[in-house]
């Protein structure tokens, strides 16, 4: 007779395979047959070398697919935060802007860059999913705040080769040892992160803002499931931290181990 422990451990098993294999699925179809605008989805990295960007959109997929079915306000933040990731992937690739601030300032002068649509994209749809996630309007809040919060860290970190999708897993990890519904999507988010990393480290593909954005979320989802309010609230306060200075959060992940990447 199964127990409700090995039905938990059951359930993320099922939602890390499920996340894994659908990320690959993913990359070797689009690889097998690539979009019209094949262009838009490779880049130059910082050695020179010529990486595509499939495993973003897969990973995106893969991740909102497996969120949505464990929660759907969960599946609908994380496909949100990959589209306005993809759209800054395609419509920003020769954008030299980078951070909240550079966006802003571009949108103070009436220039609405990709990132700045990304930025206000990513941040509603985590309102929304938060508010739907949670009950009370503080919780709901905050949970927002830590969906768009951990959706952006995860891209701040995308620097080098497999810094992005290590941060995912790593982050994911204690939440892999609790049940219910935070345990199902951190472990979407590890078996995603899984399926990219060898890739990404091996420099053969890139995640961009599509995969991280989308992971990120994911990550926060599962934050905001399985936190009350002390939990959200000192969630949301590390994360506001870190993107106020995000680029001394992108600098840490750059030199702290060697790696490559754009």
């Known amino acids: 007779m199964s127990t409700p422990l090995s039905r938990s451990i059951a359930s993320r098993s099922i939602a890390f395979g499920l996340a894994a294999v659908a990320t690959r699925a993913g990359i070797t179809a689009l690889r097998a047959k690539p979009p019209r605008s094949h262009d838009h989805w490779t880049r130059e990295n910082y050695a020179g070398r010529t990486v595509e960007l499939y495993a973003g959109p897969a990973a995106a997929l893969a991740a909102a697919l497996g ?26 690739a020769d954008d030299p802007r980078r951070g909240f601030r550079a966006h802003l300032s571009a949108l103070r002068g009436g220039e609405v860059t990709s990132g700045a649509v990304k930025l206000f994209g990513i941040s509603a749809a985590a309102l929304v999913s938060g508010a739907l996630l949670k009950e009370r309007p503080v919780d709901r809040l905050l949970a927002g705040v830590v969906i768009a919060g ?7 970190v995308d620097v080098r080769p497999g810094r992005a999708a290590g941060a995912v897993l790593a982050l994911a990890m204690p939440g892999l040892v609790r049940e219910g519904r935070a345990g199902e999507l951190s472990a979407v988010a590890a078996g995603a992160a899984v399926a990219v990393l060898p890739d990404d480290l091996g420099e053969r ?3 961009g803002d599509t995969g991280a954005h989308a ?15 002390a939990g959200l609230l000192a969630h949301a306060a590390a994360l506001v931290a870190a993107a106020v200075y995000g680029d001394e959060v992108s600098h840490v ?7 490559k990447r754009a």
């Open 67 to 92: 969120s949505g079915r464990v929660r759907p306000a969960a599946g609908f933040a994380v496909l949100a935060a990959g589209a306005c990731g993809a759209y800054d992937d395609v419509a920003g």
């Open 150 to 156: 951990s959706a952006h860290f995860v891209n701040l």
């Open 205 to 207: 593909a890139m995640i």
């Open 215 to 229: 992971l990120g979320a994911t990550l926060g989802a599962a934050i905001a499931v399985g936190n009350g309010r």
């Open 253 to 259: 992940a750059r030199s702290s181990v060697r790696g």
